[in-house]
């Protein structure tokens, strides 16, 4: 069994679970919101890698080397590994994608030597590889290795002493949730899981968002430029919005503006305030204490940096709607299931600090290790 840990005030930065390449075990962080699994290589020197644990293909018994060489980018390619890609069977929970694409990191700049994980698995789809290779999951659906082509996820809190976060490949796990799964359809074919965000409110209110994008290409569809678009990314623990979104927001919980250039903002430490986010008709509720990221009384006495972060200009180039980054803050508060064949993300309420262990037969369960690295995996992402 594995156990969660927390740095600082108990914040949830991310999620990472044990991930077998070959015959050499890695903590991966899990991320939908990339396609691509990659560890650190034994011929890497960047002192990120060797922080690490590396990946040596000469004890690895089915390792193939295609020499091919790449580059991943992350943080607006400020952040970057190069890898060059291998082939290797890829164990999860007891799960084996055979002969399953990856890269062995070469080098790797700063930003991934405190990282509390050695690579990075990700869970988007297909398309959004820029290599065209398939992922991790995609992989295990191909080779009929899980019963259906799901996945779902539970986020616990470090908080809750106990709670274990879970992954679950092939199904759900029905006692992590209460009522029903919503789905919400995926749209466009960016790779990304983008589904529509149609309101939000606090303490009940709705707020009113103001309408972005393209006049012409919206022209007639006035309520559709006040939605946004959302990325569900298990890889970012903020909520990354509109800065004018989280203006409206935070003006409506006591909070102010604390970071110009980086959007950050400041709340009441104690809040009650509930933020709750629409998809599809159906109301998602932020429990006020996730809102909480880190406490900065010493500066601003009884203010606590929030987990809602406003992003300038952040408006896609396809059809004009807004683009919400929708990471751990919310995500903490319902149980998330993607359907890769029917391109679909669904919701339901999560149920919090239930430890009690069932036998799976049809579906696996990975349990996820809290980390704290929410200032690494953040994407600003333009279609």
């Not at 679970?17 to 962080?29: C, E, R, S």
């Not at 399953?100 to 297909?126: H, K, M, W």
């Not at 995926?186 to 309408?211: M, R």
């Not at 980054?325 to 993607?338: A, M, P, R, T």
Request: with cysteine; net charge negative.
């Amino acid at each position: 069994m594995l156990t969660g840990f927390s740095v600082g005030n108990n914040v949830d930065g991310g999620y990472s679970f044990p991930v077998t390449i070959g015959n050499q075990t890695f903590q991966m962080l899990l991320d939908t919101g990339s396609p691509d699994l990659w560890v650190p290589s034994v011929n890497c020197t960047s002192k990120s890698c060797k922080k690490h644990k590396q990946f040596d293909e000469k004890i690895s018994q089915n390792f193939i080397n295609t020499e091919k060489k790449y580059s991943l980018l992350f943080n607006q390619k400020a952040s970057f590994v190069n890898v060059t890609g291998a082939f290797e069977n890829v164990e999860i929970g007891g799960i084996i994608a055979e002969k399953q694409q990856f890269g062995c990191a070469f080098l790797e700049t700063d930003d991934f030597y405190n990282a509390p994980f050695d690579g990075i698995l990700g869970l988007s789809l297909d398309k959004l590889s820029t290599q065209h290779i398939p992922t991790v999951f995609s992989t295990m659906v191909k080779q009929n290795k899980v019963e259906e082509p799901i996945f779902s996820i539970y986020l616990s809190r470090a908080r809750d002493s106990g709670d274990k976060g879970a992954l679950t490949l092939g199904g759900v796990d029905k006692e992590k949730f209460s009522g029903d799964i919503v789905n919400n359809k995926v749209i466009g074919e960016s790779g990304f899981w983008v589904i529509n965000l149609e309101g939000l409110s606090v303490d009940g209110k709705k707020i009113e968002l103001d309408e972005v994008g393209n006049e012409t290409k919206l022209e007639g569809k006035n309520e559709l430029k006040k939605q946004r678009k959302s990325i569900i990314d298990t890889g970012t623990s903020l909520l990354k919005i509109l800065y004018e979104d989280a203006e409206k927001i935070h003006a409506n919980i006591g909070g102010f503006l604390v970071d110009f250039q980086g959007g950050g903002f400041a709340i009441p430490c104690n809040t009650t305030s509930v933020v709750s986010l629409q998809f599809n008709n159906i109301h998602y509720s932020i429990d006020p204490k996730d809102l909480i990221i880190s406490n900065i009384s010493s500066v601003y006495p009884g203010f606590c940096f929030s987990g809602i972060q406003g992003i300038r200009n952040q408006v896609s180039s396809v059809d004009g709607m807004g683009i919400w980054l929708i990471g751990d803050v919310f995500l903490k508060n319902v149980y998330s299931v993607f359907n890769t064949k029917e391109k679909t993300v669904g919701f339901a309420p999560s149920i919090h600090n239930h430890c009690k262990e069932v036998n799976k037969i049809l579906f696996f369960n990975i349990e996820l290790i809290n980390v704290y690295f929410f200032c690494f995996l953040i994407r600003i992402v333009f279609f």
